[in-house]
């Protein structure tokens, strides 16, 4: 039956059955429930109208003016009007939403609202710290404050989905991504994903100020072989359900309404078009019923891996894989309807998309107000504002790591001190932003040296030493730090020499992690290596704070240099979080959320390995698991940072030393501060099932407390351990929880503390 016709008959049909024209347009009551209302617009829908609620275009030119003359995006343009774009992405501004969302609500035949999505990574105009570095805080709380205030600016210029969190769990430093997660860890990042989750989308979808969120990558993508961007994954089941999958997990059980596949294959299958992740699992077990974007392109990419034939064969593949909306492969909107119309494609998977996707338009109230986030008036009351500022400042002053601290170098005195600060990237205003940051302005972070001016009681000379070029674009091929240019080494060393201290600002520019950011070094990029030892020589007190998006391999800076900071990329606030640490107006209480080599060959090197038969060096020889040329250790663990106070662990105590299965394992520990200032500190609990049917982790981070003590101050922290935290998932995808012995750590980093252990019967 022609499509034109078979419309016809629903929309009388549907006339018929309510009894009035009016009552055709029920969709729009908004006294009904949402799934009434979804059934009653898609029984107004011609099969072409259905595609193309599953269409998603990238809007890269300016609405409000006249059309670009480019053929391309006359068409997306012409589609809106059709009604075959049901969203768009990096659109933004509330001009500019506005006019595109006008086209579709006033100038389609059903006027359905499009839903406009943005990367906001880590911030939209405001940036907070990169993602990895706001793990480091381990502070939920102002993990979910730093997404709510992203989700108040972006919805504030119009947008109203977020393609974020990325919850992808990565252990491999070459990856350039990792900066965009939450780290090595499932558990922590199982956390960090359900508090952002909770940040972006608020208490009400539809309140104008929240947006909704998208777990990605699913699943795998992090798990890239041998750290190099858009590798195929492969993995046991076992891992992929012990490690990858909780955090997507804990971001539904937050209530994340949409999931982003991923560019990778697993175990040879693109994740894109893998039902058994998107149907069976995410849509099936999991019960989601938002739902799934495609990543850009990876529809298309099918053909390219070589497991669809051709653009139609990949549009198949993926939509009955549970791939519900077609990011940027233009392939839905071209061969959907014709894989229905000749039987390759049953409707019924195109209505469950357009159902799910539907779902979340009315969800966050666009069918009632389209326009609901295009206020110009707050539009300008919110972008940039002062709260925004104090909130990413907050977190950026969290998330940094204090890696050592030889003689209490650190805090720097406030007044009586020359101080020479060296590396171009401490002037540098762009490079703080980090990768992940389409909305920002450029030159827009407070830099280092800006941060530093403010404390003006000592006297502050800066030298860059050497140079960094970056290029200003997103998507250029190469970034690097000069690397031939040693001209301004002796200006710096002079200044150096006659110091009392040296603040070096050295590390990777913004954009030299991210996304097609892979790399096979870890060092200092170009000679800030050599510039670091150059100075060493003639002035040996050096604070080394660190600029980087994903762990850098600095064996000599960690042995020679006494003072070294983790300064990640923070951010618009960069400076000023860096200065409020260096000079003691903060006291850092960051925690690595990944693990730091000692060099590249160790990747991926990260805490929670299986055991080998051979983990010990008993005989003297070399047959055990080992490297012959560099420890096996990281260079700074997982779970690791320090303060400018210290901390005590005494006491630790189990309520039982046998406990039956169900019930819950209570412990506690007493940890005081025995230091000269106030300060926080994450108690860190891990698990160790030494004996199990399948070989477990030598240990698993199964709890942590962010506890604030002030100086003298002992406080006991309060652990417990349940079924949810004592199994694992086999090769079936079964969870078990085994009996025996459990061994237990708890202390403030992965490689120590106090231990005891108990029995599961
Ligand atoms: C590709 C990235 O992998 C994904 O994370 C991002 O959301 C999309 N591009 C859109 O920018």
Not at 31 to 49: A, F, G, N, V, Y
Not at 120 to 141: C, F, M, N, Q, R
């Amino acid at each position: 039956m022609n499509k034109l016709l078979k419309q016809s008959i629903n929309f009388l049909v549907i006339t018929f059955i309510t009894g009035s024209y009016a009552q055709s347009k029920m969709h729009f009551d908004q006294s009904k429930p949402i799934e009434e209302r979804i059934t009653l617009l898609m029984s107004k829908m011609t099969l072409d109208e259905k595609v193309g609620q599953m269409n998603q275009y990238n809007g890269s030119w300016d609405f409000t003016g006249p059309l670009p003359e480019s053929g391309s995006e006359e068409e997306k343009y012409e589609h809106i009007k059709k009604g075959w774009v049901g969203s768009m992405l990096s659109v933004r501004g509330v001009k500019e939403v506005r006019a595109v969302q006008k086209i579709a609500v006033e100038e389609t035949r059903l006027g359905i609202p499009i839903i406009f999505g943005f990367d906001v990574i880590h911030g939209y105009k405001t940036l907070s710290p990169i993602p990895l570095a706001e793990a480091a805080s381990w502070d939920l709380e102002a993990i979910k404050k730093s997404a709510s205030v992203a989700a108040d600016e972006a919805s504030a210029s119009g947008l109203n989905w977020t393609f974020g969190p990325n919850v992808d769990i990565s252990n491999d430093a070459r990856w350039g991504r990792v900066m965009e997660g939450a780290g090595e860890d499932t558990y922590l990042g199982s956390k960090i994903a359900m508090a952002r989750v909770k940040g972006f989308q608020g208490e009400k979808l539809d309140a104008n100020n929240t947006i909704v969120s998208c777990a990605k990558h699913f699943a795998a993508y992090g798990y890239a072989e041998a750290g190099k961007e858009y590798n195929s994954a492969d993995m046991s089941t076992s891992k992929l359900y012990n490690t990858v999958l909780p955090p997507f997990k804990s971001a539904l059980d937050a209530g994340v309404r949409t999931f982003m596949n991923s560019f990778n294959t697993l175990n040879g299958i693109p994740a894109t078009g893998d039902s058994f992740l998107q149907r069976d699992i995410l849509k099936g077990a999991w019960g989601f019923d938002g739902y799934v974007v495609s990543d850009w392109a990876s529809i298309k990419e099918m053909v390219t891996h070589g497991y669809a034939k051709d653009g139609a064969d990949a549009s198949a593949k993926a939509v009955m894989a549970g791939s519900d909306m077609d990011m940027e492969s233009h392939l839905y909107v071209k061969e959907l309807v014709k894989l229905v119309e000749n039987n390759t494609v049953e409707e019924r998977f195109i209505d469950d998309a357009v159902r799910r996707i539907l779902r979340i338009k009315f969800e966050l109230g666009l069918f009632d107000n389209p326009y609901k986030y295009c206020d110009d008036v707050r539009e300008k009351a919110t972008i940039g504002n002062k709260a925004i500022n104090e909130a990413v400042l907050d977190m950026a002053k969290k998330s940094i790591v204090l890696l050592k601290n030889d003689s209490n170098l650190l805090p720097l005195k406030k007044s009586g001190q020359k101080i020479a600060l060296i590396g171009a990237l401490a002037a540098d205003k762009n490079s703080p932003l980090g990768s992940w940051r389409i909305a920002a302005d450029d030159n827009t972070a407070v830099s280092v040296l800006e941060g530093m001016q403010q404390y003006k009681n000592n006297q502050l000379v800066y030298k860059k030493g050497t140079d960094v070029s970056i290029g200003k674009q997103l998507f250029v091929q190469e970034v690097k730090i000069n690397s031939d240019d040693f001209s301004g080494f002796e200006a710096a060393k002079k200044v150096a020499k006659s110091s009392d201290v040296v603040v070096m600002v050295l590390g990777e520019v913004g954009f030299q992690s991210g996304e097609g950011r892979s790399r096979t070094e870890l060092g200092l990029p170009g000679n800030q290596q050599q510039l670091l030892e150059e100075i060493f020589m003639v002035n040996k007190n050096i604070v080394l704070v660190l600029n980087n998006g994903r762990p850098l391999a600095l064996p000599w800076a960690a042995e020679n240099i006494p003072a070294i900071v983790e300064a990640w990329q923070l951010g618009t606030q960069t400076g000023n979080a860096v200065a409020q640490v260096l000079y003691g107006d903060y006291n850092p209480s960051g925690k690595l959320p990944i693990s730091f080599p000692r060099n590249v060959g160790q990747c991926p090197i990260y805490y929670n390995q299986l055991n080998t038969g051979r983990p010990v060096n008993k005989e003297k020889n070399v047959f055990w698991s080992h490297y012959i040329d560099v420890e096996k250790t990281p260079l700074f663990p997982f779970g690791y940072g320090l303060s400018y106070t210290t901390f005590k662990y005494e006491n630790l105590k189990l309520s039982k030393s046998k406990y039956k299965r169900g019930e819950t394992v209570e412990l506690s520990v007493e940890v005081a501060n025995t230091g000269n200032l106030d300060g926080k500190e994450v108690v860190q609990l891990y698990i160790n099932d030494p004996v199990a049917s399948i070989v477990r982790p030598v240990k698993e981070l199964k709890g942590f407390e962010l506890v604030e003590l002030k100086k003298g101050e002992t406080k006991t922290v309060k652990f417990s351990l349940t079924d949810a935290e004592l199994g694992f998932y086999n090769n079936d995808g079964d969870y078990l929880i085994e009996e025996g012995t459990f061994n237990i750590m708890v202390g403030g980093r992965s490689d120590k503390g106090l231990t005891d252990k108990f029995e599961l019967k």
